[in-house]
Structures are given as C-alpha cells and as structure tokens.
C-alpha cells in the first residue's frame, strides 16, 4: 500500500510541475482520501490487502464508486468493499454527498434570519 500511496504522491507532483497552472489540489485530496480509506479497512479486517493473518475478519470485495462534493470541486471516490459486514468510510457522511460545512453554513445564514428564500437563492 505504501509503494501506491508514493508513486500516486510521485504522479502528482510531476502533473504539477508539468502543468503549472493546474489545479491538483483535487487529486491530492482523492489521493489522500483513497489512502485513508484503505487504511481503515485493513484496520477493520485485521489485515492489508495481500496479507493473510489468523487476525483477519473478512475479506476485500472490490470498490464502489462514490461522487464526493467537496470544497475543491466534485471528487470521484472508489470506497472499498467487504464481502460480509459492512464498510463505510469515517470520513463519509452515510447517505449525503456534500461536505458537513455546506450543511454549517445554510444552518447558521438561517439563524441570522436570512430568509429561506434568499437561502435557497444561494445555495
């Protein structure tokens, strides 16, 4: 996981340095997002990807694909799936594809009186 984790840091500094006026703040935050991910799962099943150990609870079942609206634009996620149970990313809101900060923001313009109208006009 490591070796993925720094040629996928590798990549994407040299699509930095190779289109400066690029915007990969995305990217690195899918990198980093897909990193925690994997990293959660292993904790949850006992063991890494190619490991096999007697701790191990259940096994990998491929990805699922997930939009992820954030603050640097809609990013496109692939979540990790179990074969029994399930898993969810801690990161993820269950059921909601925007940030919590979104949510934050239209809560409080609606505790300064902001109408809903001009709530819904921004949103």
């Known amino acids: 996981m490591t070796d993925r984790l720094m040629m996928a840091r590798e990549e994407l500094l040299c699509k930095a340095r190779m289109e400066e006026d690029a915007d990969f703040l995305p990217e690195g935050v899918r990198v980093l997002s897909h990193a925690l991910m994997e ?44 074969r029994e149970g399930s898993f ?26 902001v109408s809903t109208r001009r709530v819904d006009d921004l949103v």
């Open 39 to 82: 990293l959660e799962v292993s904790q949850q099943l006992g063991a890494g990807r190619p490991e096999r150990t007697a701790e191990r609870t259940g096994h990998r079942n491929g990805y699922r694909d997930r939009l992820w609206d954030t603050r640097v634009g809609t990013i496109e996620l692939k979540v990790p799936k179990v």
């Open 88 to 113: 969810y990313p801690s990161l993820l809101d269950p059921r909601k594809r925007a940030e919590r900060a979104l949510v934050a923001v239209v809560q409080e313009a609606y505790v300064q009186g």
